[in-house]
């Protein structure tokens, strides 16, 4: 730019671009300061007219305007970049100051830095972007040339990804809910605890859980620490393990997965609450000779532990889980039924809420008779995946032209 | 024992890769050797999937094969469409890296695995990842470069070019990355964007090479300032990386899996 042009003078460039995004920012800012908090959301039918309304508008002021300057700027690159730049600032603000309500009333929360997605600023600025990206991709598709189809599918794309997820988030109902074996539940929560009637009820017929062995591993006996001067610090039990274990040497004579103390020993047995017991030697560096029961214990039974000496215990850590899943029968008001098992990643949708394996009774861990499903119906959903699939092609258009060919 | 078997396709994998590299002015004998040296951890995992009756997805030294088998391959790939060499060894030596560490730390094995992250959208997620962060890293040497050229010596065009063209391929499999992580979190947890500090921080690195990308679009003779945004766009990056964990907002995080004993 070795030419100056007096800066509020048309073409506008950088310098207007950057002015008019912390204008907006800070009016954005002032409203937030001002203005009462709501957590008012946009939601059916009102969203849709609302966005029908604002495409409408967009679409009718290109063609109308089209050839004016000020057309020109608002799909120009030097807005994009200054709002891109101001909505990387907000983002950046959200990446570093935890995100979450509090009654506390600072600068923080006065400004809505801890709620940054439902704040002015926020809004204001992805109003804009959606604007210039509107502009700029309506002008390479009218006239469309074949050539640009990359630049289309992946500009419209991130459009319908923030016009859909944006208006969407007031439609998007994610609520959870407890079902218990043989039991039929009806009833759903949210973060609130506010309860829900749902349009469908679900029996809990089993829930299984697989946990991985439980894990070896040293404590310091005063404060029950984990030692962990060398890695690992903690080492899978298996039947016969032989291990290092920090500087002792370990090796485990027996192991059951569910047992139950009796006398001086453990046995192998299914009671409801059996816990995981190991019989374990271990070879101090002094070549003192240990040997003793270790177990983790359960919701019902003590867990026990191997004093190596005054100052570390060898422990055996509760079980984690593997995968777990509840084998559920759903009810629809229309009278039908449709069975299903439920795990971590792979949902089922019934009557157009989405069922998820969420979480069980940890304190139960593998006896857990109660298993927490989270519900959703985000009926946007399709479109926001209409708009992904479309910047995926754009991606790999991108991929596959590269920078040479558009240049040159 | 069903790794024992590993040591061999350690030992063939890089020997075939050690030929390539000695042979790389041979185009037809180096990518017959990687072709083949990548056909053997392939034929590795194919040997795991029968005998364990599953998908070796589970475990973490299960998902680095996968790494092993898919770096060669994309950088296969990227190469016949780039030619650059030196991506393509850059790819079979993160790979090899991958087998020594499987075979170094058989322990791992068995670790446990979160039941969240037992999906078949964790390998293409973060072997694409994996590739974007390459890629930009490359573009940031580049723009280092750039940069020093242009204090001290007189900016060679080539430099800006090859930085263009490296962030358009890391910028594409960083799309790629955060929507294939989108589609995930769609399945795993019922929404595909949380604000989570780990995608707020990714997103923030798109948005900055979204900066870079449109200013040499509309300036394509201005480089300095291209060149800033392109040194700094990668500080964000390794926020995005390494130091998330660190920032007041990582306490809610999903992405951070280190365990409480």
């Known amino acids: 730019m070795s030419i100056k042009k007096p800066i509020w003078q048309h073409p506008f460039g ?53 050839k004016t300057k000020i057309h020109s700027f608002l799909s120009g690159i030097p807005l994009t970049i200054a709002l891109v730049s101001s909505l990387s600032f907000l983002v950046i603000l959200m990446g570093i100051l935890p995100q979450v309500s509090s009654h506390k009333t600072g600068l923080i929360q006065q400004l809505g830095l801890n709620q940054m997605t439902s704040s002015y600023p926020f809004l204001m600025i992805n109003v804009l972007l959606l604007i210039v990206l509107a502009f700029v991709s309506l002008r390479k598709t009218f006239p469309f040339k074949l050539k640009n189809w990359g630049f289309v599918c992946s500009h419209w794309g991130l459009w319908i990804v923030i016009f859909a997820g944006g208006l969407g988030s007031g439609d998007l109902r994610r609520l959870k809910m407890d079902v218990y074996e043989n039991k039929i539940e009806l009833q759903s929560y949210d973060e ?18 697989d946990e991985f062995n439980p894990k070896l591993a040293i404590v310091e006996n005063e404060t029950g620490k984990l030692y962990e001067a060398q890695k690992p610090s903690m080492i899978m039990i298996e039947k016969g393990l032989h291990c290092d274990l920090q500087s002792w040497k370990i090796q485990v004579e027996e192991f059951y997965v569910a047992s139950g103390r009796a006398g001086d020993r453990y046995y192998q047995l299914a009671d409801f609450g059996a816990a995981p017991a190991a019989k374990v030697q271990a070879i101090s560096p002094q070549n003192d ?60 949708t019934v009557n157009g809420w989405k069922i998820y394996q969420l979480s069980y009774d940890d304190k139960m861990g593998r006896y857990s008779n109660k298993s927490i499903l989270e519900v959703v119906r985000d009926p946007w959903q399709p479109y926001v995946y209409l708009g992904i699939f479309m910047m995926m092609i754009g991606a790999v258009y991108m991929f596959w032209k590269g920078r040479e060919t558009i240049r040159e | 024992m069903i790794w024992s078997n590993f040591i061999l396709v350690l030992l063939s994998s890089s020997l075939l890769w050690l030929l390539a590299l000695i042979l790389y002015k041979k185009e037809f004998l180096k990518r017959l050797f990687i072709v083949l040296g990548t056909v053997c951890i392939g034929a590795f995992i194919a040997f795991l999937w029968v005998k364990l009756e599953r998908p070796p997805l589970r475990t973490l030294g299960e998902t680095r094969l996968w790494y092993a088998f898919f770096l060669p391959a994309i950088g296969m790939i990227t190469y016949m469409r780039w030619r650059y060499n030196w991506m393509l060894f850059y790819s079979l030596g993160l790979s090899l890296l991958f087998l020594v560490i ?16 037992q999906s078949p959208w964790f390998v293409p997620h973060v072997v694409v990842y994996i590739f974007a962060y390459a890629f930009l890293a490359a573009s940031s040497l580049v723009a280092v470069r750039g940069l020093y050229q242009h204090y001290y010596q007189k900016l060679d065009r080539k430099v800006m070019l090859m930085a263009d063209n490296l962030v358009y391929l890391g910028f594409a499999f960083l799309s790629l990355g955060l929507l294939f992580g989108a589609l995930w979190a769609k399945e795993a947890w019922g929404h595909y964007w949380t604000w989570d500090p780990k995608e707020t921080w990714a997103l923030i690195t798109w948005l900055g090479y979204l900066i870079y990308i449109h200013r040499r679009h509309h300036m394509p003779n201005v480089s300095k300032s291209s060149l800033w945004i392109l040194a700094l766009a990668f500080v964000i990056l390794l926020v995005c990386w390494f130091g998330v964990n660190y920032l007041p907002s990582a306490q809610f995080s999903v992405h951070t899996y280190s365990q409480a004993p």
């Open chain 2, 102 to 117: 499987n075979y170094m730390h058989p322990e791992n094995f068995s670790k446990t695995l979160m039941p969240a992250l």
């Open chain 1, 289 to 348: 000779t240990l040997q003793g029961w270790i177990s983790c214990g359960s919701f019902n039974r003590p867990h026990e532990s191997l004093k190596l000496n005054d100052q570390f215990s060898l422990v055996m850590t509760v079980p984690e889980p593997k995968r777990f899943s509840s084998v559920v029968t759903f009810y629809t008001p229309d009278g039908k039924k449709q069975d299903a098992t439920l795990e971590v990643n792979k949902p089922v």
């Open chain 1, 192 to 209: 609130n605890k506010k309860l829900y009637e749902m349009p469908l009820a679900i029996k809990l017929k089993d829930f299984l859980i």
């Open chain 1, 14 to 66: 950088y310098a207007e671009s950057f002015i008019i995004s912390f204008g907006i920012l800070s009016v954005g800012f002032i409203l937030e300061f001002i203005l009462p908090k709501t957590q008012s959301t946009l939601v059916f039918p009102l969203n849709l007219i609302l966005g029908i309304s604002f495409f409408v508008l967009l679409v009718v002021s290109h063609f109308l305007f089209r």
